[in-house]
């Protein structure tokens, strides 16, 4: 992974530890009482929100009492909800971003989670996790990411017991992605190798897992991103106040030409169920 581009899109994005709490500030809650409710309207980074974690959980068999994984986890949004449905099960709240891994932390903290849900900052190519030590590993749209895609499965593969699942969202490539799309996306919002979905079918091959369903989101991605388009531009003025003049607008002009691609249909995106052994 390109860890300083990366880190550096990631250190400008709209949705952070600090707009969240300003925004409850804002709305007149006292911050040393928040409950984990709370944080739900503002903290659910990923396309679908609330709805598409609880799927997501569904559809890997989380349980109570699991022991989970959830790579590339940012502020912690999903691990948190998941967590207050799921008291007996232990979190693991994986980044490369040293900033949300902070974030998340405050968070957890903030809501009485910080026992339940261990943040660890590091490279999901490499990860620092025993061998089979976890029953369930997810990821939201993330792997997009990720270069080197074969080995973040690998190192989920590997730190899944037998019988464990992984489940994942992720951009894939449409038949009429072109070069120069693949060179917009990775240079304004550092999306690279994108995967058709044959090609992550030949990967989970490779790397010992087995495709338990793969379901097709990209019509549901259309109408989700089109609307979080509408709600970055919205939120400039917030984001102007967090991070200084101009990040905004570098995120945006990036954000604006991925959506645009999405709902050309030249991306799509999936759902992945994946079982080791």
Same mark, same amino acid.
């Given at each position: ?6 880190? @550096? ?14 925004? %409850? ?27 598409? +974690? ?5 559809? +890997? ?11 590339? @986890? ?13 008291? @007996? ?20 903290? *903030? +809501?009485? =989670?910080?026992? /339940? ?9 490499? !990860? ?5 030590? *976890?029953?369930? @590993? ?11 895609? =074969?080995?973040? #499965? ?11 699942? *992984? ?5 894939? /490539?449409?038949?009429? #992605? ?6 917009? #996306? ?10 058709? +979905?044959?090609? $992550? ?7 010992? #897992?087995?495709? &338990? ?15 979080? %388009? ?8 917030? !984001?102007?106040? !967090?991070?200084?003049?101009? &990040?905004?607008?570098? $995120?945006?002009? /990036? ?23």
């Amino acid at each position: 992974m390109s860890i300083q581009g990366s880190n @550096a899109l990631y250190d400008r994005h709209p949705i952070n530890a600090e707009q969240i709490l300003g925004t %409850l500030r804002e709305a007149g809650k006292d911050l040393a009482h928040l409950v984990p409710a709370d944080l739900r309207p503002h903290d659910q980074d990923h396309y679908g929100g609330e709805a598409a +974690v609880l799927a997501l959980a569904e559809a +890997v068999g989380l349980k109570d009492g699991d022991r989970v994984i959830d790579i590339c @986890a940012g502020v912690g949004g999903p691990s948190r909800l998941l967590a207050e449905r799921f008291p @007996a099960a232990r979190f693991i709240a994986f980044d490369l971003n040293g900033g949300r891994c902070r974030g998340a932390q405050r968070l957890n903290r *903030l +809501v009485g =989670l910080q026992d /339940a849900i261990h943040v660890v900052q590091g490279d999901a190519q490499s !990860t620092p996790f025993a061998d089979e030590c *976890l029953d369930v @590993a997810m990821s939201q749209e993330a792997f997009l990411h990720i270069p080197d895609k =074969l080995a973040v #499965l690998s190192e989920a593969a590997r730190m899944l017991r037998i019988g464990g699942q *992984l489940g994942f969202t992720d951009l894939v /490539a449409g038949p009429g #992605l072109t070069a120069q799309d693949r060179e917009a #996306l990775e240079t304004g919002m550092e999306m690279r190798t994108l995967q058709s +979905v044959d090609g $992550y079918r030949a990967m989970f091959r490779t790397a010992d #897992l087995t495709l &338990v369903r793969h379901d097709d989101l990209g019509s549901v991605w259309v109408e989700i991103l089109t609307e979080r %388009l509408e709600m970055y531009r919205a939120m400039n003025a917030a !984001t102007r106040q !967090t991070l200084g003049d101009g &990040v905004h607008e570098r $995120y945006m002009d /990036a954000y604006e030409t991925f959506v645009g691609l999405v709902q050309a249909g030249r991306l799509g995106g999936g759902r992945f169920i994946l079982r080791k052994g």
